[in-house]
């Protein structure tokens, strides 16, 4: 810049300049595409969550209701002994009381299947009211019972009563020859066009064009169609009754043996049915014929039908049937397990971590034990179950799948975040309060329990409620130790008998075939995820109790 | 250099580290040969110093001379920094502290210190001054203590102001009724002597010299020893006066002397403002 083109005295920066412009522009660009991608990554989160919840609800809503049908049963005196009311054969008195709802039914199958429609645990649901009330005995009780899982998802419209009869590479099969157009009806029979070689070698010296192997014949022919079709399923395409109509075709005209020759063949029913009427499909094979739906569908109609909200889900046990499955030993498991856990972690984890930021030696012990520390919180979860294994289960010989065990290895695993959270808020607590406290005359540990440790409180619990929400939902460990067991009553819950936790539970149902598992599997998930965003919110909330003291 | 004329206290000059003292008469706090090390860089070079009793003595000198450091050897502070290290003998009416028998948390109630930022326990103004007498087992039961408690606030000029909301936060006072509080806090237990280390350079002006009234007031029953960057506070308050240069005590004398007419020239550059 020469004195020439200024009119300043003095070198001033320029900020009208067509460069200072230019780095504005930079500058606001830059600041827009910092909050882009800042919004952008926020937005990505939001909508993975999003999708996350939209599943895990769509799949696990069903599972909150129950298809319960209202049972009068008769608690008949003589049938019940009152001296032992739980030896009486309630499966009879609830089939008895289920089919007179339906006089018109004769004959065992159809009884047995009608009786189906119940689920399984009724008879014990029954014989449960009849213990806890046992001044009902002799009376006509209404109890709304379960129904059984085929007919609650079909209630809940999650299976259909007609499923698709052919699977999709049948049904191209079916298209290629739609696609040579060799399809027609014929008299109302769908048939197809097949082109054949009345094979004289098929047809015998005795017997003649009558005992002719038409089948033979027609495979062969047939299979010109599908030459590069590796299986025979095409073979289904053809009704059983294509060598009747081979067989009579070549029985009016004996003289087209050893001809070519185009022939009309049937179709089968399935095939029939996608070329006349578009779609073939065929009953549910849950269900074993088409009365169990009318009988179904006449209960609806009565009214007996209703879908109550699912609390069975948590207070009975693991059941075989999905109908009766539920949540409660997992929940006890899970909470034994963690009470354990935290009862362990929490003085050995605050000690050490006071230990190590108050009162240990600097030297280099103590770095060796504060980085092992560190890197113990890094150390994948089936370690820590592995461990238990070895050690808890093996060499001290302590139960399996006990929640006292499960706690213990979730102790391990909780230890080092609570150290590292424990550590992190002592150094938080500013140097001027433990002066003024030493200076008033207290001692170390003075200090240390009536100053920074309650200052230090709000980060010390949200890291151990954090931790303690991590041992919530870890699975690995607790599969090592058996922490798997099937607890179907409620009885023997304790700290060393077997147990279940919650993300076990889900796993274990998430094994299982039955249909009616899917949907409790997603609201197991949905109830684990409850249980998480309560901890947090109680982090939240302690959290600011004690912050505003400060 | 040896200056002739007498006054109240001699003056001695020790040849080996050329520093000029002045000699107290039944001293409550005497020094020899005080060196402090902060792992191997060493901070205090030999420091002899008496403090008197029931009067104010200022130590002030420019930043990083050790004035602090010295202050917080009297109390035993440094051995709360794990790389200090402390040489030499510091007694208390003829009781050597730095004694391995003796009990450092009974010293520190005996020998309270004020902070240069007011730092008020996050609990209530009453439990800020109680805080110190209940762990010391000084009082006998509630009574004994709120009485306490009242005095001392009162003696430090509090008590008008808050006795309303004694049991409110005392981080909810403003700086100078913050400071107020520790010094409460620090006359709680009961001390002999009162350590200050730059207690008003947080403080307004109106604050200050309330802190300072507040020292003029307790300086008959205690025995008060201040750092202070300001020199017009040490020649307010102070009595006795001690110049630190970098890590030595250079000279020590009535502050009216050390301010009129200082014997030492780097005593002479500093007081007249020559370097800061």
Redesign the interface.
């Known amino acids: 810049m020469t004195d020439i083109s200024q009119t300043q005295p003095a070198a001033t920066h320029d900020w009208t300049s067509a460069a200072a412009r230019r780095r504005v522009r930079r500058r606001y660009a830059a600041d827009r595409r910092l909050q882009f991608y800042g919004i952008a990554a926020i937005g990505t989160a939001m909508a993975l969550l999003g999708v996350l919840f939209t599943t895990l609800i769509y799949a696990g809503y069903a599972a909150f209701t129950t298809t319960k049908v209202e049972l009068g049963v008769f608690l008949d005196p003589e049938k019940i002994d009152k001296g032992n009311i739980r030896s009486a054969n309630f499966r009879k008195m609830v089939r008895d009381a289920f089919l007179s709802y339906f006089p018109d039914v004769q004959g065992r199958t159809d009884k047995r299947n009608l009786s189906k429609i119940l689920s399984s645990g009724a008879a014990y649901i029954v014989r449960d009211y009849a213990v806890r009330n046992p001044d009902k005995i002799g009376e006509l009780v209404t109890i709304s019972v379960p129904v059984s899982d085929p007919f609650d998802q079909l209630y809940k419209g999650i299976i259909p009563r007609e499923i698709q009869a052919l699977s999709s590479d049948r049904i191209l099969l079916y298209e290629q020859l739609e696609h040579r157009d060799v399809l027609s009806v014929q008299g109302g029979v769908g048939v197809v066009k097949t082109t054949l070689f009345v094979d004289p070698a098929q047809v015998p010296e005795e017997g003649g064009v009558e005992a002719a192997d038409y089948q033979r014949m027609i495979n062969e022919g047939f299979r010109s169609f599908f030459l590069s079709e590796p299986s025979l399923s095409y073979r289904e395409i053809l009704s059983p009754n294509a060598a009747e109509a081979l067989k009579k075709k070549v029985v009016a005209n004996p003289e087209l043996v050893g001809k070519t020759i185009e022939v009309d063949l049937p179709l089968s029913a399935n095939y029939d049915n996608l070329l006349q009427k578009g779609e073939a499909k065929i009953r549910n094979p849950r269900f074993r014929s088409d009365k169990e739906f009318a009988w179904f569908d006449s209960l609806i109609q009565r009214g007996l039908i209703s879908t109550p909200f699912t609390w069975e889900l948590f207070f009975n046990a693991d059941s075989r049937f999905p109908e009766l499955a539920g949540l409660a030993g997992a929940l006890s498991g899970s909470f034994l397990a963690l009470l354990v856990c935290f009862l362990l972690s929490f003085p050995i984890g605050i000690a050490t971590a006071t230990y190590l930021e108050e009162f240990a030696p600097k030297n280099r012990i103590t770095d060796l034990i504060e980085v092992n520390i560190n890197n113990l919180a890094a150390v994948p979860s089936v370690v820590f179950g592995l461990l238990g294994l070895a050690l808890f289960l093996n060499t001290f010989g302590m139960p399996r799948s006990a929640p006292l065990v499960g706690g213990m290895v979730l102790a391990l695993m909780t230890l080092p975040t609570i150290i590292v959270a424990t550590r992190a808020a002592l150094k938080s607590v500013p140097p001027s309060i433990r002066e003024a406290a030493l200076g008033v005359g207290a001692s170390k540990h003075q200090v240390m329990l009536h100053h920074v440790l309650p200052l230090a409180m709000p980060g010390i619990l949200t890291g151990t409620i954090i931790g303690l929400a991590q041992a919530l939902g870890e699975t690995a460990p607790l599969l090592l130790i058996g922490m798997n067991a099937f607890i179907p009553s409620v009885e023997n819950i304790g700290l060393t008998q077997p147990a279940m936790a919650l993300p076990t539970q889900i796993f274990s149902w998430a094994d299982s075939p039955e249909r009616g598992f899917v949907s409790r599997t997603s609201a197991a998930i949905i109830v684990l995820l409850g249980f998480l965003v309560l901890m947090n919110l109680l982090a939240v909330y302690l959290r600011r109790r004690f912050e505003k003291k400060w | 250099m040896v200056k002739g004329s007498l006054t109240m206290d001699q003056q001695v000059v020790s040849p080996e580290t050329t520093t000029i003292r002045s000699v107290v008469e039944n001293p409550k706090i005497t020094s020899k040969d005080i060196c402090v090390f902060y792992g191997d860089k060493q901070a205090l070079f030999d420091v002899n110093l008496d403090i008197p009793r029931f009067a104010v003595t200022s130590l002030i000198g420019p930043s990083g001379c050790g004035k602090s450091t010295y202050l917080r050897c009297i109390?035993r502070?440094n051995e709360?920094i794990?790389i200090a290290r402390v040489t030499g003998e510091i007694k208390i009416d003829d009781q050597d502290i730095y004694d391995p028998d003796l009990d450092v948390?009974?010293?520190?109630?005996r020998v309270?210190?004020v902070?240069q930022?007011p730092?008020?326990?996050?609990k209530s103004i009453f439990e800020n001054v109680a805080?110190?007498p209940r762990?010391?087992g000084l009082v006998k039961d509630k009574t004994d203590l709120e009485e306490l408690v009242a005095t001392s606030l009162e003696r430090a000029g509090l008590w008008g102001e808050v006795k309303d909301r004694i049991h409110e936060?005392g981080?909810g006072l403003s700086g100078g009724q913050q400071q107020r509080l520790?010094i409460a806090?620090?006359i709680a237990?009961k001390p002999d002597i009162i350590l200050m280390d730059e207690p008003c350079s947080a403080l307004d002006p109106i604050a200050t010299a309330k802190v300072e009234e507040l020292m003029m007031e307790l300086c008959e029953n205690y025995t008060i020893v201040i750092v202070t960057h300001s020199m017009a506070q040490a020649q307010r308050v102070s009595q006795k006066t001690a110049f630190f240069h970098i890590g030595y005590m250079v000279e020590y004398g009535d502050t009216k002397q050390i301010f009129e007419d200082p014997q030492d020239k780097r005593t002479q550059d500093y007081i007249f403002g020559r370097f800061g």
Not at chain 2, 105 to 109: D, G, I, K, S, Y
Not at chain 2, 119 to 122: D, G, I, Q, T, V
């Open positions: 109390n502070m709360t794990p948390v009974e010293l520190r109630a309270g210190m902070f930022k730092n008020p326990f996050p805080y110190g762990i010391h936060p981080t520790c806090r620090a237990t």
